[in-house]
């Protein structure tokens, strides 16, 4: 486990806001993009990814939605950090969604840093990094311009949208908005609405971030520094909350890191520490601190009953969509209750729905890993899917 | 609700350090503080308040240990913040522990910053605050150091010892310490040593304040600056781990403050953004930077198993003590399995031991407020103690 920084990646991560190693799809004056707050986004991009081919029914195509942190990298080895796809537990050739059978898309979402164009994109009104002049943007703006993208690439209706967290947000407001053109629905370890403890947890890595002097106002990029420490101290307390408790006990417990005693002094004498500290270095070199602040705002003003006259179920009266709502038992920042109450909206509103809760002691990020439950489940459901579908 | 920071109660706050509106015993070269990390402490001193009169006998004396952030104003007015004794629910004239009948006896924690010697504190050898030259202290080295005053105050045998969170780790670590000194012990939503998940958040808080260039390598004090940023980040932090998610939703939920629609900024539109920004800047006020670090390391360090060859029942074997654990159910901080854990090793131990879980949704927090069954669980137990000690 080491602490060392590769500059290179940084400037790569830099770069990829502006000249994204992805696909793009640009919307000029002609197609601009309204957003929730009423300003209108204009021209704007979207950076992202595909992996096999659309059939020419144009039936079988796969939307996977990217969580707070993530990216359209979703199969491929990230042009960032090395690693290879985020969700290859899920998606690829040979795998669950297989890739030699469904056309999947992922794009990075909006306000993201990875080529959609966000904070740290170029304003083409000032040729600077747009900062905190950046509009604000929800969940619903990140799948008004998802669709635009849906529509460019000729698709109607998508066979399956996928995603976890964020992305089981992006996934439900897919089916709110769109009630026709989601066959089918997998939102994972997610809600309807993000909670008051999860709002309290983004505004300490958003103090975090901004209490640093090195954000400068938001305008760090102009003048060539990163508010690292902040985005840092942002990560670490954000990472405690994607594991739970029984998975931090069993992984570090009070183990020491590199020695048998204390040292009494604020080294990093625990491994936990050493962990956390590792999470929020490695964390700085890749993501783009205003983008953080975007999207977790993104997420903080999700509520999709709020947008339905308060009543969840109205969101979801007219879906022909099937979902399969997933939670696992020890997440205790999408807690199952979460799920329980949208599967209960979505009966209420005479929607098909499977719903599963796995027993997994790994917390919040048990839908980023290879956990053979998950993989079993998402198996079942876009199997029987696909039957329906004719696939 | 006002984020206004009056700069009297930060002069005030300053002062407390070395000019405490309390008692205090000074221990010269005579009788040095040896810690456990090998430093000897000396001179030094202790800050603390007594409420009552000590009887003939000397058995009626109450030591109140105070959690991370207390101090020893337990049940009159705080000199610096000027609200009411943090604990004026339990003890007082006519409360559960009345001081009319006891000699209640409650000290700043060593490391602190309300005048027992800690950070804050003038380093003799320099004249210059201590800073980061002080030693790193553990749970251990303050009860030693309580002891010192017990005996200075001329006590053999507490009637009883009683603390919540880290004021709980010092109960039990008097009982396990002086196994004869301590005549009945309430340790609340505590446990026999701090977990995984607690150190990480604690590291969090840790990494918020050195981030703050104001701390200036722990010498702010020095240069007449404080890194309020960072502490106001490392409380928020911590604040959400002391409520729970049931109480904070309702409390807070999504409710707007001052508003009825989002700004689409990152104004605290939330409430509960509001209320976290208002503890981050209300505890700048009256906290030292430094004492925060030293105090959550010492709980950190905190494992009364490890000190007793990994057995917990061992630390207990010669107790007389009769035990009451607290645990409250929302807690998550110090889980009820933490009391269960401990309560199991009492027992194993041959201890006299008494468990209740309270039920209540306002999370590790909830010892510090006025809960009806706290008060009539301590008031059973310390009632019956005291018909068995004769008082």
Redesign the interface.
């Known amino acids: 486990m080491s602490l060392h920084i590769e500059p290179l990646a940084v400037n790569q991560a830099n770069n990829q806001a502006n000249e994204p190693s992805s696909l793009l799809v640009q919307f000029d004056a002609a197609k601009p993009l309204k957003l ?2 009423g ?1 209108l986004l204009s021209p704007f991009q979207i950076a992202y990814q595909t992996y096999g081919t659309l059939n020419s029914d144009k039936t079988n195509a796969v939307l996977v939605c990217h969580a707070l942190t993530g990216d359209q990298h979703v199969a491929n080895q990230n042009p960032v950090t090395g690693k290879s796809g985020w969700w290859d537990s899920i998606i690829g050739q040979g795998r669950v969604i297989d890739t030699d059978k469904y056309f999947v898309i992922c794009s990075n979402v909006l306000g993201g840093c990875m080529g959609t164009t966000g904070p740290a994109s170029i304003n083409p009104a000032t040729n600077q990094p747009y900062g ?1 002049d950046f ?2 943007v929800t969940i619903p703006d990140m799948v008004r311009a998802q669709a635009m993208l849906i529509d460019y690439l000729g698709i109607d209706t998508l066979f399956c949208a996928i995603g976890g967290s964020m992305g089981g947000m992006q996934v439900l407001e897919w089916a709110a908005s769109y009630p026709t053109r989601v066959f089918s629905a997998i939102p994972m370890a997610t809600a309807a ?5 999860n ?3 983004h ?2 890595g ?3 971030v ?4 090195d954000w400068c106002s938001g305008r760090y990029l102009d003048c060539g520094k990163r508010p690292e ?2 985005l ?2 942002a990560r ?2 954000a990472h ?1 909350t994607y ?1 739970s ?1 029984p998975a ?2 069993r ?4 183990k020491f890191q590199d020695r048998t005693a ?1 040292t ?3 080294d ?3 491994q ?2 050493s962990y ?2 590792y999470q ?1 270095a490695s964390f700085v070199e890749r993501f783009d601190a205003n983008s953080y ?1 975007y999207v977790t ?1 993104a997420m ?2 999700f ?1 999709i009953a ?1 947008d339905h006259g308060g009543v969840l179920s109205k969101a979801f009266l007219k879906t022909k969509t099937r979902f399969c709502v997933v939670s696992f038992s020890s997440d ?1 920042l999408f ?1 199952t209750s979460d799920s329980r109450a949208l599967v209960h909206a979505l009966n209420a509103g005479g929607a098909s729905v499977s719903f599963v809760e796995l027993l997994s002691d790994k917390g919040h990020d048990a839908f980023l890993l290879d956990e053979p439950s998950l993989v079993a489940t998402v198996n079942g459901f876009v199997q029987a899917a696909a039957k329906t579908r004719g696939l």
Chains 1, 2 share one sequence.
Do not use: C, N
């Open positions: 929730d707050s300003a905190t509009p604000v609405k993000h909670s008051a403890q709002i309290a947890f505004e300490v958003r103090q975090a901004m209490a640093d002097p420490k902040g840092s101290v670490m307390a405690i594991l408790e931090l006990q992984k570090f417990g009070r204390p009494f002094s604020f990093a004498d625990f936990v520490e956390l500290r929020g602040l705002r903080d003003y509520d709020a205790w807690p």
